[in-house]
């Protein structure tokens, strides 16, 4: 079955960190970019990082710029991303999203995982 | 704040037709980049509606079409229906902010 499964969400103090995953499955993982993408509660979608399908080059959105780091592991079929000095402005539901399109500036996500839910809270 | 704006609801009766905009700038849908489109249903994850401004994936309904123009695209729902309750978010690429960006999004009623 073609499915993203993440992982490693919870409740975590401001200024500390925590690593997200996101296995795949039913897809050839190396052949694609993936991104993270969070949502806020009650708000709307926010990009926050993507990767190329060797992993070779890394994007950011500026409100992450420097604090998390995204990875994968083509022989283990998974994504990452470190995420450290959390604020409460990063608690949100952290999706992974399969990307694809013929270059980069036009990927669109054809696949998303069920998410999992970051607290940034004291 | 993000740099896609669409309204913020729409609202139709069975059978009707609603249309959604997404207005950006010459950074993004203006400097030519695809637009892509997002349906989310009330607690589940996004899902791919539309990609490369008017193309739909295999298993979506021919009632949802995208077009673009300018700095603007828009989808439109067709003969709407009970199961198109949802929300909506357009998608591009900013050269600006060298990523991805996503629409404010727009929730549609079916009256």
């Known amino acids: 079955e073609v499915q993203l499964v993440e992982s490693g969400g919870g409740l975590e103090q401001p200024g500390g960190s925590l690593r997200l995953s996101c296995a795949a499955s039913?897809?050839?993982?190396?052949?694609?970019?993936m991104s993270w993408v969070r949502q806020a509660p009650g708000k709307g979608l926010e990009w926050v990082s993507a990767?190329?399908?060797?992993?070779?080059?890394?994007y950011y959105a500026d409100s992450v710029k420097g604090r998390f780091t995204i990875s994968r592991d083509n022989s283990q079929n998974t994504l990452y991303l470190q995420m450290n000095s959390l604020r409460a402005e990063d608690t949100a539901v952290y999706y992974c999203?399969?990307?694809?399109?013929?270059?980069?500036?036009?990927?669109?996500?054809?696949?998303w995982g069920r998410g999992t839910l970051v607290t940034v809270s004291s | 704040q993000s740099v896609l704006t669409q309204p913020p609801s729409v609202s139709g009766a069975p059978g009707q037709r609603v249309t959604i905009s997404c207005t950006g700038s010459?950074?993004?849908?203006?400097?030519?980049?695809?637009v892509h489109w997002y349906q989310q249903l009330p607690g589940t994850a996004p899902k791919l509606l539309i990609y490369?401004?008017?193309n739909r994936p295999s298993g979506v309904p021919d009632r949802f079409s995208g077009s673009k123009s300018g700095t603007s695209a828009s989808l439109a729902i067709s003969g709407l229906q009970a199961e198109d309750e949802a929300d909506y978010y357009c998608?591009?690429?900013?050269?600006?902010?060298?990523?991805?960006?996503f629409g404010t999004g727009t929730k549609v009623t079916v009256l």
């Open positions: 999203a399969k990307g694809r399109g013929a270059s980069l500036v036009n990927w669109y996500f054809d696949l």
């Open positions: 039913g897809f050839t993982f190396s052949n694609y970019g």
């Open positions: 990767i190329t399908g060797g992993g070779g080059s890394t």
């Open positions: 010459s950074s993004n849908i203006g400097a030519g980049y695809d």
């Open positions: 490369g401004n008017s």
């Open positions: 998608q591009s690429h900013d050269s600006s902010l060298s990523g991805f960006v």
